[in-house]
């Protein structure tokens, strides 16, 4: 086995996902989105319900900014990651805390919510791009900021 490869493709892995919270947070919908293939299927569930489906980048790229757009700061946490390599396709698990900030009614409101992706990745032209996204939005929690 080649521990190298394994190695820079898991840390190649983990980089995309960190670059896909860190687009989220600067808002930059349209870099994030070339971090999936052009096919590719994102799908959210809230408390185990399917809340959305979307396939393709330009219908990502839009309720990605559409969702991104109702805060004035996004900010993503990335725990635990976990990753299965079988040559050019992989999948994982990342554990994600995501707070929004929010103006609501003059006054400003935190969400803080509990994420866990689990991810279906392919290598193409040497980059590892997300397939498939199923995004589990597990808890959230809602407060004034600052209390």
């Known amino acids: 086995m080649d521990y190298t490869n394994e190695l820079k493709d898991r840390a190649a892995l983990k980089e995309l996902v960190d670059t896909f919270s860190n687009l989220a947070d600067t808002k930059e919908v349209h870099a994030q989105v070339q971090l999936f293939t052009p096919n590719a299927t994102?799908?959210?569930?809230?408390?185990?319900?399917?809340?959305?489906?979307?396939?393709?980048?330009?219908?990502?790229?839009?309720?990605?900014?559409a969702f991104l757009a109702n805060f004035e700061t996004v900010y993503h946490f990335n725990g635990q990651q976990i990753f299965s390599?079988?040559?050019?396709?992989?999948?994982?698990?990342?554990?994600?805390?995501?707070?929004?900030?929010?103006?609501?009614?003059?006054?400003?409101?935190?969400?803080?919510?509990?994420v866990i992706y689990q991810d279906e990745f392919v290598r193409e032209n040497n980059h590892w791009l997300i397939a498939k996204r199923k995004a589990n939005f597990n808890w959230q929690e809602k407060q004034p900021l600052g209390q």
């Open 85 to 114: 390599l079988n040559g050019a396709k992989a999948s994982g698990t990342s554990y994600c805390m995501v707070t929004l900030i929010a103006n609501e009614n003059g006054r400003k409101m935190k969400t803080t919510i509990g």
């Open 42 to 65: 994102s799908e959210t569930f809230v408390n185990g319900a399917s809340v959305s489906k979307l396939t393709g980048r330009d219908e990502l790229e839009k309720a990605f900014g």
